[in-house]
């Protein structure tokens, strides 16, 4: 204890301090608990849906992906996009899609408390928890989870879309995006936070990029296999090829709007 114990508190901050990494390691060790599953994937080419891994899996994901969250989105991420926080402080219409447990729809709730929002994930087990977690942190009034596809989530008209570090998963990138051009108000903004990546290989070799593409090979590769289409984007895509699909779905304005050492997040407008 003493001395060290303190600093190392005062660092890590407790789960939501922005270096707490632990979730990385329990992410992977869900991939070695799926060892079966991923090398039966890699024989086959069927792939490995994102419902059918070990729960480290999902609860990892949060605690990995949440303090950058909870250090980023509501003070750079979203004020870096053209007039959304003033939509949101305002009041406005919110799709979180492919929301998980709901770590980034909470955040946003509690930020913008006349705003109202949407969380949609196709796994059933993490939308269970992501309304607990909305009722226990007593948001279930302005939060809305439910069971959805990001190709078919229902509801029109959202002032704000967001998808966080899940759209290279998808089988069908493509469609989702087209989806969610059609889901948008006439002057809404669809926020593409991905993770961290440079368009050429050789430029993605250094650390993060390193942790990516073994998670990439273990986990969103195998997940876009198994479904339609199964485009399998990767975790280290780039911008060049994530402008692609988004421009493919009928966006006419796309932009880099800021980025940290593991994300990009991107701005969509029709």
Known sequence: MGWASLTLERVYEGRDGPVFVPGAFQLAASTVKDEAKIAEAFRTGAGVG????????FEGT???FRPGYIANLVDSWLP??????????????????GCGK????LLMAKAFPKSRFFGFDYHDKSIEAARESAKAQGLGERISFEVAKA??????????????????DMGDPVGAAAHVRRSL?????????????????????????RVYYSFSTLLCTPCSRSQEVALCLGAQAGEKRIREVVT??????????TETPFNIVYEARP
């Open 50 to 57: 994102w419902h059918e891994h070990h729960r480290d899996l």
């Open 62 to 64: 949060e605690r990995f």
């Open 80 to 97: 870096a996009l053209d007039g959304v926080t003033a939509k949101l402080e305002a009041g406005a219409r919110v799709a979180d899609v």
């Open 102 to 105: 709901g770590a980034s729809t």
């Open 151 to 168: 190709k078919d989530f229902p509801g029109k008209d959202y002032d704000f879309v967001a998808v966080f570090d899940c759209l290279h």
């Open 185 to 209: 108000a006439k002057d809404g903004t669809w926020m593409i936070v991905e993770p961290f990546a440079n368009d050429q290989l050789k430029d993605n070799l250094n650390p993060v990029g």
């Open 248 to 257: 493919s779905a009928g966006f006419s304005r796309f932009r880099r709007a």
